[in-house]
């Protein structure tokens, strides 16, 4: 079996589960309590929370532990907006690819009188800095754009609308699901000021994530209860889960280099067979995206059928976001750069993960070629179209 879905979730490493198991074994105190049994989580807790703060470039005190980046989305958005409020300023800029945590939080403030901009995302599915500086307003408050696409993988330059929104003195927060772990992130350097990452996209546990509060950023609670997280998120923190996360990013963070150096190339070997297939096309700039990320459109087929016949041949793969598997629409994302409805449904996502071979690539290669011919056989969209009864589009 090959699994190819590593943009859905990752396998927890060995390192972070003998982290988790071992802390469910003999920490199991609760971190608030002031005796010795509180004290050991106590310390498992902020240890975790220095790696985390390290491995992004920040302050421990500016890491808020989460159940995951839709949490920390929520919260993040949400704390601004707020702030934004209490100055007059209720315009958010983000973009119309985001994930649905994002998108699905700016309709919900919309309905509370905050003003949205979504910004169009150009076929290469990248966003313009010079268009977010177009979009600024006086009374802009927030500008929130994803860091890498959870679809199509895009880098966006963030280090440059980082700077755009520090000169006009607006808040930037990133979702950095798909980027943190994966490529270099650093808030100080990139010019962030909220971030938002999950456990699980990289070897961590699921249930797991962190929201980064620039200092002096003041957060609105979504959790009320106890004094945990500095008042800022109550509950009893899962101190295993956290620490097998810190731990997972640790790990993640000291491997980049090896890791881009394994799957770039892989990746590239898997675009350029696919490429062979007619009418097929690549989705997302093909240089300024995650090592792991592969997405693809196939004219004339339904992408459904596509994933469930490679599974049949072994791959676990996608056809975009994990959240929105259960919905017959096109994705959101390919219909942001470009992608007509018919085409958009014939899409294929893998996000490699580090165990990849060469021999994986070929195997999988072959099998996606030998399924869309296999599709094409038999769909009706396809032969009007080899009939000339309708134009290709790719």
């Not at 100055?87 to 905050?114: C, N, P, V, W």
């Not at 009893?236 to 997972?248: D, R, S």
């Amino acid at each position: 079996m090959i699994y190819a879905d590593n943009a859905a979730t990752t396998k927890m490493s060995e390192a972070a589960v003998n982290t988790m198991v071992s802390l469910i074994g003999d920490t199991y105190g609760n971190p608030s309590s002031l005796y010795a049994f509180g004290q050991k989580a106590k310390e498992a807790l902020e240890k975790a929370r220095e790696e985390v703060a390290e491995a992004i470039g920040a302050n421990p005190r500016e890491i808020l532990f989460t159940s995951g980046g839709s949490e920390a989305d929520n919260q993040a958005l949400i704390s601004a907006a707020k702030l934004g409020e209490k100055k007059g300023k209720k315009h958010i800029i983000s973009t119309a690819f985001e994930h649905h945590a994002i998108l699905h939080t700016l309709k919900k403030l919309e309905e509370e009188g905050f003003e949205v901009t979504l910004l169009p995302v150009h076929e290469n599915g990248i966003v313009r800095p010079e268009e977010v500086e177009a979009a600024i307003k006086e009374d802009t408050a927030l500008v929130t754009v994803m860091y890498a696409n959870n679809e199509i993988g895009t880098i966006q330059p963030i280090r440059e609308i980082g700077a755009i929104c520090r000169k006009h003195g607006v808040l930037f927060h990133t979702d950095a699901v798909q980027a943190v772990g994966h490529i270099k992130v650093n808030v100080e350097e990139d010019n962030i000021d909220l971030l938002s990452a999950s456990g699980h996209k990289f070897h961590g546990p699921k249930g797991t994530g962190f929201l980064y509060a620039k200092k002096g950023i003041k957060l609105t609670n979504l959790i009320e209860g106890g004094a945990q997280e500095r008042g800022k998120r109550a509950g009893t923190e899962n101190v295993p889960g956290i620490a097998a996360m810190a731990t997972a990013l640790k790990e993640s963070v000291e491997n980049l280099d090896a890791y881009a150096a394994k799957l770039t190339p892989i990746r590239d070997k898997i675009i350029a067979g696919l490429k062979e297939i007619p009418h097929s096309a690549i989705n997302g700039d093909e240089e300024s995206r995650v090592p792991s990320n592969i997405n693809f459109c196939f004219e004339g087929i339904e992408g459904e059928s596509l994933l469930l016949l490679l599974d049949d041949k072994g791959i676990a793969a996608s056809s975009g976001s994990a959240c929105t598997s259960g919905s017959l629409d096109p994705s959101h994302v390919l219909l942001a750069i470009g992608r007509v409805h018919d085409v958009a449904h014939g899409s294929l996502r893998l996000s490699l993960g580090e165990d990849i071979t060469d021999e994986d690539a070929d195997y999988i290669i072959k099998s996606v070629k030998d399924v869309v011919e296999y599709l094409r056989g038999f769909s009706p969209v396809w032969r009007d179209l080899v009939a000339g009864k309708g134009n290709f589009i790719l």
